[in-house]
C-alpha cells in the first residue's frame, strides 16, 4: 500500500545518496499537481535517520522523513484529505463573503476554490489510473 500527495506549491529538493561522500546528490523540482508516492521501503542513515522511497513523475528516490515533515507542515504537500478539508473551507468562505457582499474576498476564495478543485480532479483521475489494471 502507498501513500499519495499532491504538491500544491513549487519547490526544490535535494536527492540525498547513500554512496560515500554523496557525490552525486543531485535537485529536482516537484511542481504543482505532482503525485507524491511514498512506499512502505525504507532505508536508515546513522547520519540523516530515516528514509522512505518516494515516487515523484516516474522518478524514485529516498526521501528522508524529516524533509517529507517539513514540506507537509509547510503546505507543500496535501493529502486527499487535506484537499478535501481545504475545498470545504474555501466553500465557507465564499459563501461568508457572499453573505457580506465582500466582492474581493468573493472573487479571491473562488479563485483559489477553482484551483483546488482543479487539484483534487488531477489527483483522482491519476490515483484511478494507477489504480487500473489491465487484463490483456
Not at 459563501?95 to 457582499?101: A, C, H, I, T, Y
Amino acid at each position: 500500500m502507498l501513500h499519495h500527495f499532491v504538491a500544491v506549491k513549487s519547490f526544490l529538493h535535494k536527492v540525498d545518496c547513500f554512496c560515500p561522500g554523496s557525490e552525486h546528490s543531485e535537485l529536482i523540482k516537484i511542481n504543482p499537481a505532482d503525485l507524491i508516492s511514498i512506499s512502505y521501503e525504507r532505508r536508515f542513515s546513522m547520519i540523516n535517520g530515516w528514509y522512505v522511497q518516494v515516487e515523484v513523475n516516474e522518478f524514485v528516490f529516498y526521501m528522508s522523513i524529516e524533509d517529507l515533515e517539513h514540506y507537509y507542515l509547510q503546505g507543500y504537500l496535501f493529502s486527499q484529505i487535506d484537499l478535501e478539508l481545504r475545498l470545504n473551507y474555501l466553500h465557507y468562505q465564499i459563501n461568508d463573503s457572499l453573505d457580506r457582499g465582500d466582492e474581493s474576498k468573493f472573487i479571491e476564495a473562488t479563485q483559489s476554490w477553482n484551483e483546488f478543485k482543479r487539484l483534487k480532479e488531477h489527483f483522482e483521475q491519476t490515483m484511478k489510473k494507477s489504480h487500473e489494471v489491465s487484463y490483456w
